[in-house]
């Protein structure tokens, strides 16, 4: 087990090889309609965090169903970027959120 700390706290307990298995993968989403895509990728279950200058960083859903889902809500996407975070980047990200 190894503890996750977040300024100061245990965050969450996890197994190490929970951490290790594989990268996690998120699709970055910049739309002038960010609040709207949000509440339509929340709708069908995906996690969306707000990033700088109208991005999306969205998990639970590959870039072409984040595509369509905005399409058929005739909004408009500017950039779709699948990315890979490693597990120290999402530790590192973990305790800086919390």
């Known amino acids: 087990m190894r503890a996750l700390?977040?300024?100061?706290?245990?965050?969450?307990m996890t197994?190490?090889?929970?951490?290790?298995?594989?990268?996690?993968?998120?699709?970055?989403?910049?739309?002038?309609?960010?609040s709207?895509?949000?509440?339509?990728?929340?709708?069908?279950?995906?996690?969306?965090?707000?990033?700088?200058?109208?991005g999306l960083s969205v998990t639970g859903m590959d870039a072409y169903t984040i595509a369509s889902a905005a399409a058929a809500h005739y909004i408009p996407?500017?950039?779709?970027t699948p990315r890979s975070t490693s597990p120290e980047d999402a530790d590192l990200r973990t305790s800086q959120t919390r």
């Open 5 to 12: 700390p977040a300024r100061g706290n245990m965050a969450a």
């Open 77 to 80: 996407i500017q950039e779709l």
């Open 36 to 54: 709207g895509l949000t509440r339509i990728l929340t709708s069908m279950g995906a996690t969306a965090l707000a990033e700088p200058g109208h």
């Open 15 to 34: 197994e190490v090889r929970e951490l290790t298995r594989q990268p996690r993968r998120n699709v970055f989403v910049r739309s002038p309609r960010r």
